[in-house]
């Protein structure tokens, strides 16, 4: 059983930055691609961005392309949201989720989610 645990959330200013770190309890995290899903009050969730399971492959949507950066360290079984540039239409829960296969992926383990406010 993996369990992932998102940390990283808070308040940020309009403009400011927040890292976003998705950790998982085992090592079969390593072989699974990990994708950053965000909900905001009253709406669908939608994906934000996910790396493949070798690390070299990312995706992003295109709100978020070019302001936020999916990253992975397996030594620490973390994968980290950077997030910059950010704007109220941020604000939202983040999760992260893990799975097989690429690019089209099947989740099997999901976080609790972190919460980001992002004020103007």
């Known amino acids: 059983q993996v369990q992932l645990v998102e940390s990283g959330g808070g308040l940020a200013l309009a403009g400011g930055s927040l890292r976003l770190s998705c950790a998982a309890s085992?090592?079969?995290?390593?072989?699974?691609?990990i994708t950053w899903f965000r909900q905001a009050p009253g709406k669908e969730r939608e994906f934000v961005a996910a790396?493949?399971?070798?690390?070299?492959?990312?995706n992003y949507a295109s709100s978020v392309k070019g302001r936020f950066t999916i990253s992975g360290d397996n030594a620490k079984n973390t994968v980290y949201l950077q997030m910059n540039s950010l704007k109220p239409e941020d604000t939202a829960v983040y999760y992260c989720?893990?799975?097989?296969?690429?690019?089209?992926?099947?989740?099997?383990?999901w976080g609790q989610g972190t919460q980001v406010t992002v004020s103007s």
């Open positions: 989720a893990a799975g097989t296969g690429w690019p089209i992926i099947q989740y099997h383990y």
């Open positions: 085992a090592r079969t995290f390593i072989g699974m691609a």
């Open positions: 790396m493949s399971w070798s690390r070299l492959s990312t």
